[in-house]
């Protein structure tokens, strides 16, 4: 199977970026939609966006768009999910995966990383 690893996570204040880094270890990633999704603790993973295997279209959950911008590089076998204003709300782990549906559910997408964690303070 694809092998995922996030990276880019940290310790932010409300109203600052961070950049999310999930690369891909195989060629094979630049043929799949990839997608991001969070889960905060006692609450449900929550899709956050999706982006097509060719990055031609893009879907963003209510509560990030305006906000949140999913990109990928298929030569760099990486998608990127840059993150702007960010409220304390917006803290979670947050995961990649491939091979689902633009715009979700997760249990369309059959591969997923360990996850990074954003965490965004008052």
């Known amino acids: 199977q694809v092998q995922l690893v996030e990276s880019g996570g940290g310790l932010v204040q409300a109203g600052g970026s961070l950049r999310l880094s999930c690369a891909a270890s195989?060629?094979?990633?630049?043929?799949?939609?990839m997608g991001w999704f969070r889960q905060a603790p006692g609450k449900e993973r929550e899709y956050v966006a999706g982006i097509s295997w060719s990055g031609s279209d893009t879907y963003y959950a209510s509560s990030v768009k305006g906000r949140f911008t999913i990109s990928r590089d298929n030569a760099k076998n990486t998608v990127y999910l840059q993150m702007i204003s960010l409220k304390p709300e917006d803290t979670a782990v947050y995961s990649c995966?491939?091979?689902?549906?633009?715009?979700?559910?997760?249990?369309?997408?059959?591969?997923w990383g360990q996850g990074t964690q954003v965490t965004v303070s008052s």
């Open positions: 995966a491939g091979g689902g549906v633009l715009y979700g559910p997760s249990r369309t997408y059959a591969y």
């Open positions: 195989e060629r094979t990633f630049s043929y799949y939609t």
